[in-house]
């Protein structure tokens, strides 16, 4: 096994620094890198996947698979059919939706009365007082 690229840690951001320019990026270059996780069962491999990926809801994760916007090795739309993920990111982030319905979209007229009180109260809070 041979070193792919080397960099030198910044000390204040803590993010390690890369010269790009020496990356070979030829199509005969045999350096690549890989992903090292071993995954025992479909329903770990569909969960690692859809982890990697933000937790996304299960119908919207299918609908890309089977639109052909998501293709992995070894993910498919029968495997997250068969064994969706159930992750509790994915519930907490819908909890942070506004509820609805809760304002009315329609108002009771006022009267002519009423206007004028409100028209009179606003007058008074924008005269500055003596």
């Given amino acids: 096994m041979h070193t792919v690229i080397e960099g030198l840690r910044d000390p204040t951001t803590r993010l390690h620094m890369v010269d790009l320019t020496q990356l070979v990026t030829t199509p005969e270059s045999d350096r690549f890198a890989a992903n090292t996780v071993q995954l025992q ?48 990111a994915t519930a907490k982030g ?19 009365e009423e206007s004028e ?8 809070a924008q005269d500055p007082e003596p």
């Fill in 41 to 88: 069962t479909i329903a770990q491999r569909v969960a690692y996947w859809s982890a990697s990926m933000g937790a996304p809801v299960t119908k919207i994760l299918l609908h890309a698979i089977r639109k052909g916007y998501v293709t992995l090795t070894g993910l498919t739309a029968t495997d997250v059919a068969r064994h969706p993920p159930n992750f509790t």
């Fill in 94 to 112: 819908h909890l942070k939706l506004h509820r609805q319905g809760l304002r009315p979209t329609q108002y009771e007229p006022i009267t002519e």
């Fill in 117 to 124: 009180d409100l028209c009179l109260n606003r007058n008074r």
